[in-house]
C-alpha cells in the first residue's frame, strides 16, 4: 500500500520535468492513464500562457538588434569613407584642391548634394571660397562673417548647426533673431535648398576660426543625423590642420640675381657655338 501512495509518474512538457503524485485509487493502469490524460489537458493552458508571455520579449529583442546592427554598419561604412577622404585632403597641394576636388568625395561621404568650404580671409572679418560657374571657370565667394547667413552665425559664434528647412524662419529664430536665409540665389539658379548641416572649422592649439563647412541637402529628404554630425566634427579637426599647412606655404618665386647671370652666360654660349673660330676668344671674355 505504501508503495502504491508513492507510486510516482514522470511527465515531461516543453518546459520542464515536473512530478505528480498518483492516488490510491488510481492504482490501476487504466485510472493511471486516465488520471496523465485529464493531467495534461489542464496543464496545456497554462503552457499556452508561458509561451504568450515570453513572445513580446523575443519580439523587442529582434526589433531592437537589427536597429543597432544597422547603425553600426552605418559607423563602419562611415569611418571607412572618412579615413579615405583625409587622405586625399592631405594628398592635396593647396587650398583650391581641397574646395573644389575633395567636395566631391565629401558630398559622397555624407549622401549630400552640394558642399562649401570656406576660409578666413587674412583680416577675418569674411569667409572667402570658390564657386564654380563653368567646365574650367571659378569666381571667388566672399561672405561677411555675421549672424544675417547660416555660415556667418557658425563661424560668429563657432557652433554647429543642423537646420532641417533652411526656408523656416522659425527653426532659424531659434538660434538667432537676425538669422537669414538668403532666397534670392535659389530663385536665380532654379534650386531649391532645404537641409543644412554647417561647423566652424576651429584650430585645435588655440580654438580659432580657420573656415566653415557646409552640407547642403541630404539626397534621402531627412535631416542629417547624429552620426553624420560626429562626422563632420572629425572632418573638421583634419581640416584645420591641412588648411593651416596650405596657408602658411607661400609660392616659390625664382631668384632673378641668379638666374640673370646665368641666363646672359648662356645666351653668350650659343653665340660662341655659332661664331667663327677666330671671334671665339673675344666671346669667352666677356663671360
Not at 563602419?76 to 567636395?103: C, F, P
Not at 562673417?145 to 563661424?155: K, L, M
Request: aromatic share 6%.
Amino acid at each position: 500500500m505504501r508503495t502504491e501512495q508513492k507510486n510516482i509518474d514522470r511527465i515531461e512538457t516543453g518546459f520542464r520535468l515536473f512530478r505528480c503524485r498518483i492516488p490510491r485509487c488510481a492504482a490501476s493502469a487504466g485510472n493511471i492513464a486516465t488520471k496523465t490524460r485529464v493531467f495534461f489537458i489542464l496543464r496545456r493552458p497554462e503552457r499556452k500562457l508561458r509561451n504568450r508571455s515570453a513572445r513580446p520579449n523575443s519580439i523587442c529583442m529582434s526589433t531592437i538588434m537589427p536597429n543597432n546592427t544597422d547603425e553600426m554598419s552605418i559607423k563602419l561604412e562611415l569611418t571607412k569613407s572618412l579615413n579615405h577622404v583625409i587622405n586625399k585632403i592631405h594628398a592635396t597641394a593647396n587650398i583650391d584642391e581641397i574646395m573644389l576636388d575633395v567636395s566631391k568625395d565629401i558630398c559622397a561621404m555624407f549622401n549630400a548634394d552640394r558642399l562649401t568650404i570656406y576660409v578666413v580671409s587674412e583680416d577675418g572679418t569674411s569667409l572667402i571660397s570658390k564657386v564654380k560657374t563653368g567646365l574650367n571657370s571659378f569666381k571667388d565667394l566672399k561672405l561677411p562673417i555675421a549672424e544675417q547667413s547660416v555660415a556667418g552665425y557658425a563661424a560668429m559664434h563657432k557652433k554647429l548647426l543642423n537646420i532641417k528647412d533652411v526656408y523656416d524662419q522659425q527653426e532659424l529664430t531659434v538660434y538667432s533673431s537676425h538669422l537669414r536665409f538668403l532666397q534670392e540665389v535659389d530663385k536665380r539658379t532654379g534650386y531649391r535648398t532645404k537641409q543644412m548641416l554647417v561647423a566652424p572649422i576651429l584650430d585645435a592649439e588655440n580654438a580659432s576660426l580657420v573656415g566653415v563647412i557646409q552640407v547642403i541637402n541630404n539626397k534621402a529628404g531627412i535631416p542629417f543625423s547624429q552620426i553624420v554630425e560626429e562626422a563632420v566634427h572629425e572632418l573638421t579637426q583634419t581640416m584645420a590642420v591641412a588648411l593651416r599647412q596650405r596657408q602658411q606655404i607661400k609660392p616659390i618665386k625664382p631668384n632673378m640675381t641668379i638666374w640673370l647671370p646665368m641666363r646672359c652666360c648662356l645666351r653668350q654660349n650659343s653665340n660662341w657655338r655659332r661664331a667663327p673660330h677666330g671671334a671665339r676668344a673675344s666671346i669667352s671674355k666677356k663671360c
